[in-house]
């Protein structure tokens, strides 16, 4: 939240469009042999022999998915990178290409857009993935970055969301609500700058939330254990909209029910004192936070002893039959009907 | 230019994402077995056995490509899937699949949506494409439109900029600056419509640079011909900048120069006379207009025959070494060196 007044800034309108592109991807390495060309023409080609490939895209828009008075730019391209990659993974496929698209207002000097490739760049070397393409332009307002990723799986080892049947047990990876409460620390953090700009707020117990929310990572080795395993799920998504959000699209797809045991649902010691703290209910937050980029999955019961008592995995619920319904179990053992609430953008 | 005040009006947040997805895209048809999945997962599943694929990426953004105030949402729709496929085409693929993401703010009605979402799917359906995915969600301003395009070309068939070779020809197909003109036309209506409302223009002199502008079409048609002749160019690139800047790239990437002739360069008629209305130099209009999304490629003189005498090309010079440079020979046989003017929106 400190701003350097001094640093340099060079315009964007020096470069054009052909120089800023050159200039921003030319540290960027290939490293995948099914990457034949990669930026530089009117389209990457790609060659993936007898694999399926799977595509996915999203938008990340300044003033709606993230706010820069306190998400560094670094990050910014890190994140934006990660939330596509964990679509890839949620098919259990492997993540090969990006393709990244900005369009940035004059009030960004060059200097800022070196940061936000420095985060895509990182996260690409990170997670072994080619940036083979792109579009740069201006903004009247704002910034807004539109990636794209590329995968490949063996064909018939995707896993699609609508393959759930009653009596799989419903898992999930790592720990939810994270990503939300470090977002309520950082907005808080944020009010007080705007008060006392002097202050100088200790976020250190708050350190994994925020991480979670500033620089999330997308679960590649899940993918990796699964296939280590031997175990393929049934249906699976990524964790971007809460968990109450996915286990909908999980079932309707799917046309089965489910019961969800509140008491299962993993939450870092981090996120249960900082609900407290801000005396939000726990639940509510591992339910409808969004953004914590897990998997969400379901596997047969014959497969429960190839993840019992791996760390990496929660089993949170079972599947049931369609006109069971969705429920969550609460602790006090009472039903309550499982509602999306999740993405509301257009209500700003 | 003349908006119904009447028209109906629902507000994007009564549908929330999922319901806004579901309803822009429920008449989207999959015509391609290589779409295994398409919209309603987390990513889209494509299958292209043994041949390459090829991907490309561009940004429309309200205010720097396009005006509403003179084109229709449907025709920007349109659009917006034109001006990826050519790039795809221009790689000698077959374009099969897109994505399109939007941002879009509040002030725009379902309604909107549904004209922008039409244009996309005409065009889709004209070109025969799947969409395949993508993301909707608000924007603090504007509307922004992110189409990724995938095609697919036999392995070794792809076509790149930097095969041009010394002697080889350099052609064209269509006519050029027909895109340009339009759209000075369309802006000198804007502002007569500014002055009187009740002003009626006669546009029809205009009809085809302004469909050219408005309803631009990407030439699948070329890549059909240039495989039922056996003609596979050393060079291609399609022609949105204007024709300089991707002469210049071709030249550049191949490492080579050129001799263009001014007199070559084809005009339609229209573009001629509306040239000399607005008292601009034609060739400057065709060299750097852009926007017509003709495709610009380089033959061997051995296959000169192929296409002689063909009405959809124009011989427009020939390569010649590299230490030559890259030249215009001007109907007064002087030489000028060829610049890049092309894309300024950072100059905005």
């Known amino acids: ?105 004059n009030r960004f000097p060059l200097e800022a857009l070196e940061d936000l490739y420095a985060g895509i760049e990182t996260a690409a070397s990170i997670y072994n993935i080619d940036v ?13 970055i539109s990636v794209t990723a590329i995968g490949a799986v063996e064909s018939g080892a995707e896993v699609y969301r609508n393959g759930a049947k009653p009596n799989d047990l419903l898992v999930v990876s790592g720990d939810l609500g994270g990503a939300y409460m470090g977002l309520q620390v950082l907005e808080r953090e944020k009010e007080v700058y705007k008060v006392n700009p002097n202050s100088q707020p200790d976020l250190e117990p708050y350190s994994y939330i925020i991480e979670r929310q500033l620089k999330p990572e ?53 996120v249960i004192s900082t609900c407290e703290e801000f005396n939000i209910d726990s639940t509510t937050v591992a339910l409808n936070g969004g953004e914590d980029y897990e998997l969400l999955f379901t596997i047969s019961q014959d497969d429960y002893p190839k993840i019992k008592a791996n760390p990496n995995f929660s089993i949170i619920g079972h599947i049931k039959e369609e006109s069971a319904g969705m429920h969550l179990v609460t602790r006090a053992e009472t039903r309550i009907p499982i509602k999306a609430q999740g993405w509301k953008n257009f209500n700003a």
Request: net charge negative; charged share 25%.
């Open 132 to 144: 083979v393409g792109g579009d740069t332009t201006s903004s009247t307002t704002g910034l807004l």
């Open 218 to 270: 997308a679960r590649k080795d899940i993918v990796k254990l699964l296939s280590d395993l031997k175990l393929k799920p049934t249906s699976m998504i990524d964790i971007s909209d809460g968990l109450s959000s996915e286990i909908i699209h999980i079932c309707k797809q799917s046309k089965v029910g489910c019961d969800l045991y509140e008491d299962k649902i993993p939450l870092d010691p981090q």
């Open 1 to 105: 939240m400190i701003e350097d007044k001094n640093q340099q800034r060079t315009q964007l309108s020096d470069l054009g469009e052909f120089g800023l592109i050159d200039h921003l991807t030319k540290n960027f390495k290939i490293k995948h042999t099914s990457t034949i060309k990669g930026i530089g023409d009117d389209a990457a080609v790609l060659g993936f022999k007898n694999k399926n490939i799977v595509v996915t895209t999203d938008l990340l828009v300044e003033g709606v998915h993230f706010d820069l008075s306190y998400m560094p730019l670094k990050h910014l391209g890190y994140k934006a990178v990660i939330v596509n990659l964990s679509d890839v993974y949620a098919m259990n496929a492997s993540a090969t290409q990006i393709t990244v698209s900005i369009a940035v207002s």
